[in-house]
């Protein structure tokens, strides 16, 4: 089993910047990758990025790409996702999530290659 726990969620106006956390526990030695989704109202879960939990590999979606930074700490076993110049439509609840299915150093968008997630954290962000 692997517990993933979320924060850094709130409420920021657009252009500003926010870091959401997810710390891994439990056999975390299984998991070989971790990913961001979000989930605006209406909508599916729609990946956001994901990093390799060994190697270097991390992958954005397009929208996102040039302002959110996924990284992570081996010491603590957390995932971070720094969020810059944010706008209205990134609004929505951010997941965590892990995947213990390898992909030989890729990273899958696909929510249901993960099976672990966390509660959700809510971003918001006012025009």
């Known amino acids: 089993q692997v517990q993933l726990v979320e924060s850094g969620g709130g409420l920021v106006q657009a252009g500003g910047s926010l870091r959401l956390s997810c710390a891994a526990s439990?056999?975390?030695?299984?998991?070989?990758?971790m990913g961001w989704f979000c989930q605006a109202p209406g909508n599916d879960r729609e990946f956001v990025a994901g990093l390799t939990w060994r190697g270097s590999n991390t992958d954005y979606e397009d929208s996102v790409k040039g302002r959110f930074t996924i990284s992570r700490d081996n010491a603590s076993n957390t995932v971070y996702l720094q969020k810059n110049s944010l706008k209205p439509e990134d609004t929505a609840v951010y997941h965590c999530?892990?995947?213990?299915?390898?992909?030989?150093?890729?990273?899958?968008?696909?929510?249901?290659?993960?099976?672990?997630w966390g509660q959700g954290t809510q971003v918001t962000v006012s025009s």
């Open positions: 999530a892990a995947s213990q299915i390898s992909y030989r150093g890729n990273i899958s968008r696909r929510s249901l290659a993960y099976n672990y």
């Open positions: 439990g056999r975390t030695s299984t998991i070989h990758a």
